[in-house]
């Protein structure tokens, strides 16, 4: 499989569970705050496969080889995509730790909850459309097939890596997207991949 096609893949986990946040942000607005006992669970397939597997694979392997294709892809601020990884996981920040305070006073956590759970929906969905809209038919243009399922292989050794360290495997859900779940491996047996 190319880099490409599994990084829109894990985009599609990505939106479904952005889709996910942002209906229990309006039961949250509704006042059904049973929703935030599932707000943790969201927020932790975020932190592990959003920020630290499928931003990891993009910053440590993906942008890299799209920098070595120089002239090619000149001018195409790979950078500004990493800046944009930043602001997501600040915002990301700023999400979570109300949350935190939640016992203590429970309306003024979920008003500092929504905006930014709100903003973090919005700048990861323009991201990913950014992505697939613009750099991957570049990509798909000038590296060579052969190249993207290289990468395609050292994304899994990454993927593997952070699952193995958090205690998780990423497995398929009845639909088909990927789900966290407690790792039932040793730390060096491979986990289910995306």
């Known amino acids: ?3 490409t096609e599994v990084l829109m893949d894990e985009h599609k986990g990505i939106l479904a569970m952005l889709d996910t946040l942002e209906k229990a942000c309006e039961a949250i607005q509704a006042r ?21 597997c499928h931003f990891g694979k993009e910053e440590d392997i993906f942008f890299p080889a799209v920098e070595r294709l120089g002239e090619v892809l000149e001018g195409w601020p790979t950078s500004a995509l990493r800046h944009e990884h930043v602001l ?3 915002v990301f920040s700023g999400m979570r730790a109300p949350l935190k305070e939640f016992e203590k006073n ?8 929504l ?9 990861l969905r ?5 992505e697939e809209k613009v750099l991957f038919p570049m990509v798909d243009a000038h590296m060579s097939v052969g190249e993207q399922e290289h990468l ?10 952070i699952l193995n360290r958090c205690g998780k495997s990423l497995v398929r859900g009845e639909d ?3 789900v966290l779940a407690a790792s039932t491996g040793s730390p060096d047996t491979p986990e289910q991949g995306a």
């Not at 429970?106 to 909850?113: A, G, I, Q, Y």
């Open 126 to 130: 323009d991201h990913i459309r950014e």
């Open 1 to 3: 499989m190319k880099a």
């Open 88 to 90: 997501v996981q600040g």
């Open 32 to 52: 059904e705050m049973s929703e935030l006992r599932r707000i943790e669970q969201i927020l932790e397939f975020f932190s592990v496969f959003a920020h630290a």
């Open 106 to 113: 429970p309306l003024n956590s979920v008003f500092r909850f």
């Open 115 to 123: 905006p930014n759970a709100r903003e973090y929906i919005g700048l």
């Open 176 to 178: 088909g997207l990927p």
């Open 152 to 161: 395609s292989e050292e994304f899994g050794k990454i993927e593997r890596s």
